[in-house]
């Protein structure tokens, strides 16, 4: 078992620092971790401590329990139905990613004839990026209503009291982008 985890850890590693484009130095680097510790993990002889292994799932942007799970194939297909959506009223949201990004949260909105949903204002210094795929829908946002049409995008401050309304009488979708600002450490 022991080598299994010892094993899928640098495996791990390795591709996802490999799939980022970046060198062990690089990663040791952005890490905070020493760089023969981290060609250590990448070569199976090392058995890091919880604080390197957080350090290393930071870096590389996923979940610890990523780093020890055995790899991943090199494609994974995700149905539709498998990624989290919720329902808010009548509008139906879903993640449009399987994976977390960090910083970022993006979203599918499918508004039926006549929905209304408001917005969640985020933090000061967020950007929101909303698109229009199909359908008309209306964004108010700062005293404003903007009509998006297929293929349009609005930008505008993601701190702010806003909310999204179709219009018409037909289903209208959307995608919505959120650039989380940064925390303050």
């Given at each position: 078992?022991?080598?299994?985890?010892?094993?899928?850890?640098?495996a791990?590693?390795r591709?996802?620092r490999e799939a980022?484009?970046?060198?062990?130095?690089?990663?040791?680097?952005?890490?905070?971790v020493p760089?023969?510790?981290?060609?250590?993990l990448?070569s199976g002889?090392?058995?890091?401590?919880?604080s390197?292994?957080?350090k290393v799932?930071n870096a590389?942007?996923v979940p610890?329990e990523?780093?020890?799970?055995?790899?991943?194939?090199?494609v994974?297909?995700?149905r539709?139905?498998?990624l989290?959506?919720?329902?808010?009223?009548k509008v139906r949201?879903?993640?449009?990613l399987p994976?977390r990004i960090?910083?970022f949260?993006?979203?599918?909105?499918?508004?039926p004839?006549g929905?209304?949903?408001?917005g969640?204002?985020?933090?000061?210094?967020?950007?929101?990026?909303?698109?229009?795929e199909?359908?008309t829908?209306?964004?108010?946002?700062g005293g404003?209503v903007?009509?998006?049409?297929?293929?349009?995008v609005?930008?505008?401050?993601g701190?702010?009291?806003h909310?999204?309304?179709?219009?018409?009488a037909q289903l209208a979708?959307t995608y919505?982008?959120v650039a989380?600002?940064p925390?303050?450490?």
């Open positions: 078992m022991a080598t299994t985890v010892a094993t899928n850890l640098a791990n590693i591709q996802l980022r484009g970046m060198t062990q130095d690089q990663m040791a680097r952005i890490s905070n760089r023969p510790t981290w060609s250590n990448e002889q090392s058995n890091p401590t919880l390197v292994l957080i799932a590389l942007q610890v990523e780093l020890i799970a055995a790899p991943r194939t090199a994974k297909l995700y539709s139905a498998s989290p959506s919720a329902t808010r009223g949201l879903r993640k449009l994976d960090a910083g949260e993006i979203d599918r909105m499918e508004l004839a929905a209304y949903m408001a969640v204002p985020h933090t000061p210094g967020t950007r929101e990026y909303l698109t229009c199909s359908g829908v209306q964004l108010s946002v404003e903007w009509n998006l049409e297929p293929g349009d609005v930008v505008f401050r701190d702010q009291k909310g999204y309304r179709n219009p018409r979708v919505s982008i989380l600002a925390v303050a450490s």
